[in-house]
């Protein structure tokens, strides 16, 4: 079975602090997601990687970055943590190839999440 | 990229047939349908994945017409373990990008005793 791990289930930190959130995937899979999860909004990229070093905006890097240095951990930062990055955190993990009979194309596979608070 | 639309919520009853319809009439050709589920404190994971007509696997049924524009999630016989919360995901997403990941607002199912 895939396995997505995130380093913290609860994280608190204080404004202006910054922030690591740390995500490793067991499967070899080339492709890596962060997302942030909020009441009503739903999940919302706000980055994605397709190789090591290599990484694309989502829809809401502003105030994040991230980084791929080996194939199975994606690190997303805040740079400086402001109380709007509260928030629930999810790593994602996929590959591009065809699983299964039914031939499905980059079925992604989630850790359990990080809630952070930032005060 | 096709947006979607789904109700925000849903009421059933264990043992019923609940049928989930997801609208994206812009749809592309190669675009396409991703269906995920998420119980509290968890993350989404897969549940079907199709792109025209009907597909059936050990949890769900997903029904695509032929011209695309909606898709309906099927889950037969509910229980209360069924309660979660349902994305559509619609996108060509054989060649990964940000650029076609937008999960949405997902639709609440609550299932009843």
């Known amino acids: 079975d895939v396995k997505v791990t995130q380093s913290s289930r609860y994280l608190v930190k204080r404004t202006g602090e910054k922030v690591f959130l740390e995500c490793v995937q067991d499967?070899?899979?080339?492709?890596m997601f962060w997302y942030r999860q909020d009441p009503g909004l739903g999940l919302r990229l706000i980055y994605f990687s397709y190789d090591v070093k290599m990484k694309e905006k989502g829809d809401i890097p502003e105030g994040y970055s991230v980084s791929r240095e080996k194939k199975e951990r994606f690190s997303l930062i805040l740079e400086s943590a402001s109380t709007n990055q509260t928030s629930m955190y999810l790593c994602a993990s996929s590959s591009p190839g065809v699983r299964g009979p039914l031939n499905v194309y980059n079925e992604q596979f989630f850790g359990p999440g990080t809630r952070l608070t930032v005060l | 990229l096709a947006k979607t639309t789904q109700p925000i919520s849903m009421d059933s009853y264990e043992g019923q047939e609940v049928n989930i319809t997801c609208s994206h009439n812009n749809i592309a050709t190669n675009d396409y349908i991703t269906w995920y589920q998420q119980f509290p404190s968890q993350g989404p994971r897969f549940i079907i994945q199709g792109y025209k007509t009907k597909v059936t696997n050990e949890v769900a049924s997903l029904f695509i017409p032929a011209d695309r524009k909606s898709s309906t999630l099927s889950l037969p016989r509910v229980s209360l373990s069924d309660t979660a919360v349902y994305y559509c995901l619609v996108g060509d997403i054989r060649y990964s990008s940000a650029s076609k990941i937008i999960f949405g607002s997902g639709t609440r199912l609550s299932i009843r005793p």
């Open positions: 499967m070899d899979h080339e492709n």
